[in-house]
């Protein structure tokens, strides 16, 4: 296979566009698609401040790069979740991507920030581990974007989580989460504007451009994500795409084209969250209600405090209520 | 031909002297879902490996809740 841009040897194919490119050409190739989304949805501009979210893996140590080399104002945000030596690695991977583009890496630790880490969460909670992960990410990150004054959140999710969960999403039609999968979720109310400037690109360019650049991501997978909903659907997702190259693309950008405008989206009131201040619906936010439950703490306003035993309940029948914080985001 | 094969780590010896998609294919793996590396170096499915190639078959796919 010849290099579409310059005739070279071939070292990445991209079957849903019939095109392949060198290992000097690709950067190039992804760099700009990462060009065209921040362009197109006006993600951030020169002057923002962008906290990008960090794993450790492939997508957003890809991210975070193109950004520094774009000559964005991007800081490094490493959450550390307490997943044994998977999460060691991932912080060292974050750890040493900074040191060597001289990166500014901020860490918060879910166990030293919040009480709990996602192992704990996951045996003592009501949510699956990965639902109350995800949870826990998304409070986590905008409480760090608010404290340091961030402009926007940007993270690595790349067309294959997007198409996923559009699928995940449609399959259950849950409408409201359908209205709400824009590349860009504007600020309010508490929350900080959100953008996925991966959006455009597949998880096999976003791992490729990662291998081509020399970083040194972490290639293991999260030990705690086996028989996750999200992979079953990139597994229908791939096996569509196997033998129909672009129906991911065709999808979820489809989607954001035609589909995103037909589903209205609904102007939920927002008020302070009575335990930690952050926007919600109810009285207590989703986070602080899983925090509860996964700590068997009760709820006040403010804060969390020990619960009696004869009061263990109400914390649990409080978790079942609606999930507001996942007005901003929700994977299935 | 020796292949890595990744999450979990593990290795096995197949019969080279033919394209990396029939590799793949033996292996059951979907081409778009991982990544080819040669001696250091990306491979497309299409490249030829010969008896005495090593191969490291990466995943890409990543899951959970992000």
Not at chain 1, 190 to 214: D, I, M, Q, Y
Not at chain 2, 21 to 27: I, K, Y
Request: with cysteine; net charge negative; glycine share 10%.
């Amino acid at each position: 296979m010849r290099c579409k841009r310059c005739r070279g040897p071939a070292v990445v194919e991209v079957r849903r566009h019939n095109a392949a490119f060198c290992k000097e050409c690709f950067p190039g190739v992804f760099t700009e698609q990462v060009r065209k989304a921040i362009r197109r949805f006006e993600m951030f501009g020169r002057d923002d401040r962008v906290l990008v979210a960090v794993s450790g893996g492939k997508d957003s140590l890809a991210l975070w790069d193109v950004l520094l080399d774009l000559g964005y104002d991007a800081t490094g945000l490493y959450l550390g979740l307490g997943i044994g030596e998977y999460s060691d690695r991932s912080h060292d991977a974050t750890e040493a991507f900074a040191r060597e583009r001289g990166a500014e890496l901020r860490v918060v630790d879910l166990a030293d920030e919040y009480g709990y880490d996602i192992p704990t969460a996951g045996r003592e909670g009501s949510r699956s581990t990965c639902a109350v992960c995800g949870l826990s990410k998304r409070y986590a990150f905008n409480a760090a974007a608010l404290d340091g004054d961030f402009d926007v959140i940007a993270t690595g999710h790349n067309l294959d989580d997007e198409a996923a969960t559009l699928l995940g999403n449609t399959l259950r039609w849950n409408t409201d989460f359908i209205a709400r999968q824009s590349p860009l979720l504007p600020g309010r109310d508490g929350f900080v504007k959100k953008v996925k400037p991966l959006h455009r690109l597949s998880e096999l360019e976003t791992a490729a451009f990662a291998f081509l650049r020399g970083i040194d991501y972490v290639v293991e997978e999260c030990p705690l994500v086996a028989g996750n909903t999200q992979l079953r659907y990139k597994e229908a997702m791939n096996a569509i795409e196997a033998t129909s190259p672009g129906t991911k693309a065709q999808f979820f950008l489809g989607y954001l084209d035609r589909g995103m405008p037909l589903f209205a989206q609904d102007d939920v009131v927002l008020r302070p969250c009575e335990s930690c201040g952050h926007p919600t619906t109810g009285r207590f936010c989703a986070f602080c209600r899983a925090r509860a439950q996964v700590l068997d703490r009760r709820l006040e306003g403010p804060g969390i405090e020990e619960v009696p035993d004869e009061d263990r309940d109400v914390a649990r029948s409080l978790s079942d209520e609606v999930m507001p914080v996942e007005i901003y985001g929700r994977t299935t | 031909m020796k292949v890595k094969l990744r999450n979990p780590d593990r290795q096995v010896d197949l019969p080279g002297g033919r394209p990396i998609r029939e590799v793949l294919d033996e292996l059951g793996i979907d081409g778009d879902t991982v990544l080819v590396i040669r001696d250091g170096e990306l491979v497309t499915r299409h490249e030829q490996v010969g008896d005495d190639d090593e191969l490291e078959v990466r995943p890409v796919i990543s899951g959970g809740s992000r």
